[in-house]
């Protein structure tokens, strides 16, 4: 599975953006789909993660009920829908693939996107 993360930029606190992370291959309705964000100086942290059928989701609890996530298999990518942006939430953002079931432990993802950085100004 190679990955490709986008949607990235600059936004004003309480602001929102839509992160991508586009899939390749055929086996894309397989996999757990995870976000996981590192900020300078900090270690990468877990922010959400879909099961393969999308019926399952977890979320750090730093960005509960602000954050969304989301997968489209006709389109085979997922989404982070971050509303309510803070700037603690400044961070290089990335996408990570693994089976069979959902987890915030990064070391347990086999496939990663190549980050997207979010900058939220204050």
């Known amino acids: 599975v190679q990955l490709q993360a986008s949607g990235g930029g600059l936004v004003q606190a309480g602001g929102s953006l839509r992160l991508s992370c586009a899939a390749s291959?055929?086996?894309?309705?397989?996999?757990?789909m995870g976000w996981f964000r590192q900020a300078p100086g900090k270690e990468r942290e877990f922010v959400a993660t879909?099961?393969?059928?999308?019926?399952?989701?977890h979320y750090a609890d730093s960005v509960k009920g602000r954050f969304t996530i989301s997968r489209d298999g006709a389109k085979n990518t997922v989404y982070l829908q971050m509303n309510s942006l803070k700037p603690e939430d400044t961070a290089v953002y990335y996408c990570?693939?693994?089976?069979?079931?959902?987890?915030?432990?990064?070391?347990?993802?086999?496939?990663w996107g190549q980050g997207t950085q979010v900058t939220v100004s204050s």
């Open positions: 291959g055929h086996t894309f309705s397989t996999v757990v």
């Open positions: 879909i099961s393969w059928s999308g019926g399952t989701t």
């Open positions: 990570a693939a693994k089976r069979p079931l959902t987890s915030s432990r990064g070391y347990e993802y086999d496939y």
